[in-house]
C-alpha cells in the first residue's frame, strides 16, 4: 500500500514491441484507476525501473492509444537488469512508492525475468533495508512482487494460451502483402518466396499459407521429406502447366530440413532457377509485421487480457505464484507462468533435438492437420483419380454474402476430389436450386478464391415455398446429388431445416445436410465465430478510426450504426476495439432512462475538456429509438459541448476481402464439413446437421441439438460467449465519476427469449 492507502501497481512492455500492446496498457491504467488503484507506467522497459522511469498515470493519460501500433510507454532490452545492482535499483524504486505488483507485457524472456525478480524481491529489499536505502516501514508494506503477465509476441509461441498479443495483426500485415505480390506474380508469372517471423515457431508461415493459398510452405515444426528440392519444383513446373501463373512460397524464418540445417530464402531461389529456369523473387517482410495499427482482434482480446490482469491482482495469492493471462478456446483465463515458459522452451529444445512430432504435438492446435490442409490446398491436382463410384456433392450458399465464402468451397472441391469425388456449385442460391443452374467445379477453377471476398457462385435471402420442392427434388436427383452443403447465416440455417422437413414428401432430400456457419452478424447456434464476422469487425473498427480522426478541431460526438439483426455482436465487440463510451444493442435493451443518464454525463465529460466520444448502435437495438432519434437527443441537450455526427456503415460491412482468421476459420470449418459428409455418404448417414465450434475445435451439432439452441424470435443463440464483455467496455470507457453518475440509470431488460 502506498501512503494515501490505496494498492499501488505498475505495468511495463518489455522485448520486442507488438501491436495490441496499447489496448492492454490502456485496461490495466483504467481497471486499476476503476477498482480505487494507483497506477504507474514504467517507461522503457526494465531499463526504465532502474533508471526511475517510473510515472503515475491518470484516466486521460491513455486516451486515443487503442489505435497506434507498438507501445506509448517505450520498450528496452536492459543488460543492467540481469545485474545485483540494477535489481537493487529495480526494487528500491518501487519500493519507495508502494508498489507491490507489476503487469509486464512481453515475451517469454521477459516474463521470466519477472518472475525472477519476484523471487529474489524478500532478499532484495532485505539488503536495501540493511543499507539504509529504504525504511523497515517500506520493506514491511511490501513483503511480496506480485507479478501478472500479458503475453506480447507476434510468433504467437506461448504455451498454454491459442493467440498472444500481436500475433493476428501480424497475420493481417503478411496476407496483405502477399495479395499484393500476387499481382505482380502473376503479371510476369513469376515465383515469390516470402520470409515470414517465426524462429522456433511456423505459426504465421502456416496460417498466412492457407489464407493466402500458397504453393509451399516451410515451417521448423514440419520439415520437408528428403528429396523435397524436386518435389517442390515437380509442383511448381505442373502448376504451370496447369495454368497458375502466381506461385507463392512462404518460409518462416527458422525453417530447417530433418536434419535440422536450415533452409533459406537463397537456397530455395538458386534451386529453383536451376531446375526451373524460371524468375524466382525474395521478398523479406521482416519488422513490417509487427509495425502499423493493431487488428480489431489484438484489440479487443488484449483489452480483455489487460482488465484481467487487474482483476488478477485484486485476489489473494498466498503462494504467490506467478501467472499470464491467456487464451483459451475465447475465453479468458489464466496459467502458471514459469510452467507455461518452461512448455514454450521444450518445444524450442525438441525442434533442436530434431523431435519434431513431439514439437507438433506440443503445439496443441492439430498442427499435423493443418499442415496436410496446406498440402492438399497447394496441388494442382488431386492425389485421387475420380472413382468409379464417386459421390456427387453439391455445395451452394444462401443469404447474405459474407468474407470467406470463397475460400470455403476452394476447400471442399479441393478436399472432396482430392478422394476422388465431384463437386457441383449451384449458382445464385435457393434461386439456382429451384431453376436447375448446377454445374461442376474443377480443381484449377478454384485456384485463385482463397482471398476474395462474396461468393462466386452467387446467393440471395430468398427460401423455398412448397410449390418449389418438386423442382428443387427433380433438380437433385437429375444431378445425382448425394450430400448437400450450404454455406451461410439464419437464412441457411433455415433453409436446412425446410429441406429436412420436407423429407416426408420427396425422398430425394434424404441425403445428408450439412450448413457452414458463414454470416457477419455471428448469429447462428453451435459456434463462437462465424466465417465473416472478424472481417466486417475489422472493416467497422477501421471505418471507426477515420470517422474519430476527423473531430482534431472540435468537440464532437460520434454515433454510428453497424449491421447485426437482432444479434449485438459486432456492436459489443466493435465497440471493445475503439473505446466506445456506449453501446446500444438489442440484448440489453434501450430505454429512457439510460439515454438521459448518458446524456447528463457526456455533457458533464465535455464540460471537463472531452474533445471526443462515441456510441455504437446495433441496427435493431430498439425500434423507437433508432438512430435519428438518439441522435436528435443528444445533439439537443449537448447545446454549445458538443456537436453530434451520425454513421450508418451499411453494407460496407459485407464487402471486401476477406481477413486472415476468416480465410483459415472457413477453410477449417469446410474441411470438417467435407469429410463429414463424405462419411456420412459412405455410412449412408442422411441426418442434418451444422459444423460449429466448441472447446476451440471443429464440431459437428444435429438439428436436434440446434434446434435447443436458439430463440426464434431474435434470430440468435440463447447463450452468447461475448455478452460478458459489456462490463469490461462500460467500465473502460467511462471515468469511475461517469459512472458513479449512471448509477441510478434503471437497466432495460434483457431480451433473452
Not at 145 to 173: Q, Y
Not at 196 to 222: D, K, Q, T
Not at 541 to 549: F, G
Not at 608 to 623: C, F, K, S, Y
Request: net charge negative.
Amino acid at each position: 500500500m502506498n501512503e494515501e492507502g490505496k494498492k499501488a501497481i505498475a505495468l511495463l512492455t518489455s522485448g520486442g514491441d507488438a501491436p495490441g500492446m496499447n489496448a492492454a496498457v490502456r485496461a490495466v491504467v483504467r481497471g486499476g484507476i476503476a477498482y480505487g488503484m494507483e497506477v504507474y507506467a514504467v517507461y522503457e522497459g526494465y531499463q526504465g525501473l532502474i533508471e526511475d522511469r517510473i510515472v503515475r498515470m491518470e484516466w486521460t493519460s491513455v486516451s486515443g492509444i487503442m489505435q497506434q501500433g507498438g507501445t506509448i510507454i517505450g520498450t528496452a532490452r536492459s543488460k543492467e537488469f540481469r545485474t545485483r545492482e540494477g535489481l537493487l535499483k529495480a526494487a528500491e524504486n518501487l519500493v519507495k512508492r508502494g508498489i507491490d505488483s507489476l503487469v509486464v507485457i512481453g515475451g517469454d524472456g521477459s516474463l521470466s525475468g519477472a518472475d525472477q525478480f519476484s523471487q529474489d524481491w524478500a532478499g532484495l529489499l532485505t539488503e536495501l533495508a540493511a543499507a539504509g536505502r529504504i525504511t523497515p516501514a517500506q520493506q514491511a508494506a511490501c513483503p511480496q512482487l506480485r507479478i501478472v503477465g500479458l503475453v506480447g509476441s507476434i510468433d504467437n509461441d506461448m504455451a498454454n494460451t491459442d493467440m498472444t498479443i500481436g500475433a493476428d495483426s501480424a497475420l493481417h500485415r503478411i496476407t496483405d502483402a502477399v495479395d499484393a505480390l500476387r499481382s505482380t506474380a502473376y503479371s510476369h508469372q513469376r515465383i515469390f518466396i516470402v520470409e515470414v517471423m517465426g524462429r522456433n515457431c511456423g505459426y504465421l508461415a502456416l496460417m498466412s499459407a492457407i489464407a493466402s493459398g500458397a504453393s509451399w510452405v516451410f515451417i521448423p515444426e514440419h520439415p520437408p521429406e528428403a528429396g523435397w528440392e524436386d518435389k517442390m519444383c515437380e509442383l511448381l513446373h505442373a502448376g504451370h502447366l496447369a495454368g497458375r501463373r502466381d506461385n507463392i512460397i512462404i518460409m518462416a524464418e527458422g525453417a530447417r530440413d530433418l536434419n535440422g540445417n536450415p533452409i533459406t530464402c537463397d537456397q530455395v531461389q538458386k534451386i529453383i532457377e536451376e531446375k526451373l529456369n524460371l524468375e524466382c523473387r525474395i521478398t523479406i517482410l521482416g519488422h513490417v509485421q509487427r509495425g502499423g495499427a493493431p487488428s480489431a482482434y489484438d484489440r479487443y482480446m488484449s483489452t480483455a487480457y489487460g482488465y484481467q490482469a487487474v482483476k488478477e491482482l485484486m485476489k489473494d495469492n498466498p503462494d504467490n505464484e506467478s501467472v499470464i493471462v491467456v487464451s483459451s478456446n475465447n475465453r479468458i483465463a489464466v496459467a502458471p507462468l514459469i510452467e507455461s515458459v518452461e512448455k514454450t522452451r521444450a518445444i524450442a529444445s525438441a525442434l533442436k533435438e530434431g523431435k519434431y512430432a513431439k514439437a507438433e504435438e506440443m503445439r496443441g492446435i492439430d498442427w499435423s492437420k493443418t499442415c496436410n490442409l496446406v498440402n492438399v490446398q497447394a496441388q494442382v491436382s488431386p492425389a485421387t483419380a475420380k472413382l468409379e463410384q464417386n459421390s456427387r456433392i453439391a455445395v451452394i450458399t444462401s443469404g447474405w454474402p459474407a468474407p470467406g465464402m470463397n475460400n470455403a468451397i476452394r476447400t471442399i472441391v479441393r478436399v472432396a476430389m482430392n478422394e476422388g469425388h465431384e463437386v457441383i456449385g449451384v449458382e445464385d442460391g435457393v434461386e439456382g436450386l429451384i431453376a436447375g443452374r448446377f454445374r461442376e467445379l474443377s480443381w484449377m477453377e478454384v485456384d485463385s478464391w482463397a482471398g476474395s471476398g462474396g461468393t462466386k457462385l452467387g446467393t440471395n435471402r430468398t427460401l423455398p415455398k412448397e410449390s418449389d420442392y418438386y423442382r428443387i427434388a427433380a433438380n437433385l436427383e437429375k444431378n445425382r446429388i448425394d450430400g448437400l452443403i450450404i454455406i451461410g447465416g439464419w437464412t441457411a440455417y433455415t433453409l436446412a431445416s425446410k429441406l429436412h422437413a420436407a423429407r416426408k414428401t420427396f425422398e430425394i432430400f434424404r441425403i445428408p445436410l450439412i450448413c457452414i456457419p458463414a454470416s457477419i452478424n455471428n448469429n447462428l447456434p453451435g459456434v463462437e465465430l462465424s466465417i465473416g464476422c472478424d472481417t466486417a469487425l475489422n472493416t467497422i473498427v477501421q471505418a471507426i478510426d477515420k470517422i474519430k480522426n476527423s473531430s482534431d478541431s472540435a468537440r464532437r460526438l460520434f454515433i454510428v450504426e453497424v449491421m447485426g439483426r437482432f444479434c449485438g455482436f459486432l456492436a459489443m465487440m466493435s465497440g471493445m476495439a475503439t473505446g466506445a463510451e456506449y453501446i446500444y444493442m438489442h440484448e440489453m435493451g434501450v430505454n429512457v432512462d439510460m439515454l438521459q443518464k448518458h446524456t447528463h454525463s457526456l455533457v458533464n465529460s465535455f464540460r471537463a475538456g472531452r474533445r471526443t466520444a462515441l456510441i455504437i448502435r446495433n441496427e435493431r437495438a430498439n425500434p423507437t429509438y433508432d438512430i435519428n432519434f438518439i441522435s436528435a437527443l443528444f445533439d439537443q441537450e449537448g447545446g454549445n459541448w458538443f456537436d453530434v455526427r451520425k454513421t450508418i456503415l451499411g453494407p460496407m460491412q459485407q464487402g471486401g476481402d476477406p481477413s486472415p482468421f476468416d480465410r483459415i476459420l472457413a477453410a477449417r470449418l469446410a474441411y470438417e464439413a467435407t469429410r463429414q459428409i463424405l462419411e456420412r455418404i459412405r455410412t449412408k448417414n442422411d441426418s442434418c446437421a451444422m459444423v460449429g465450434q466448441a472447446g476451440g475445435k471443429a464440431m459437428i451439432f444435429e438439428q436436434d441439438e440446434l434446434e435447443k439452441m436458439v430463440c426464434e424470435e431474435w434470430q440468435r443463440p440463447l447463450r452468447q460467449w461475448w455478452e460478458g464483455y459489456y462490463e469490461v467496455t462500460h467500465i473502460l470507457a467511462n471515468s469511475p465519476a461517469s459512472l458513479q453518475a449512471q448509477t441510478e440509470a434503471i437497466p432495460p431488460k434483457p431480451r433473452n427469449g
